[in-house]
């Protein structure tokens, strides 16, 4: 079983940027494929940016260009790097597997707003 702890949110301005970390339990991190995810107010939960446990990276196209995702296998980490920050952006984001295999942790809200 691998646990997910999410940090690194917080209210920013529009245009703005945050870093986002995901600390994971477990010996086999490097093995998994491992996502970003958001849920936005009163939406469903979206997959934004993966990658795969060879570095390879996929973004959701409303996320192009302004985000990054990287991971360090060494740290069992994965981070979101965000800029360019929209309000639309506002949500819960969420580390995961991906595929998803295992539960979901507490999240992270990213606030954006002026």
């Known amino acids: 079983q691998v646990q997910l702890v999410e940090s690194g949110g917080g209210l920013v301005q529009p245009g703005g940027s945050l870093r986002l970390s995901c600390a994971a339990s477990?010996?086999?991190?490097?093995?998994?494929?491992m996502g970003w995810y958001r849920q936005p107010p009163g939406n469903q939960r979206e997959l934004v940016a993966a990658i795969t446990s060879g570095g390879t990276t996929n973004y959701a196209e409303f996320v192009k260009g302004r985000f990054t995702i990287s991971r360090d296998n060494a740290k069992n980490t994965v981070y979101l790097q965000m800029s360019s920050l929209k309000s639309e952006d506002t949500a819960i984001y969420y580390c995961?597997?991906?595929?998803?295999?295992?539960?979901w942790g507490q999240g992270t809200q990213v606030t954006v707003s002026s």
């Open positions: 995961n597997t991906n595929p998803i295999f295992f539960a």
């Open positions: 477990g010996k086999i991190f490097s093995m998994y494929g």
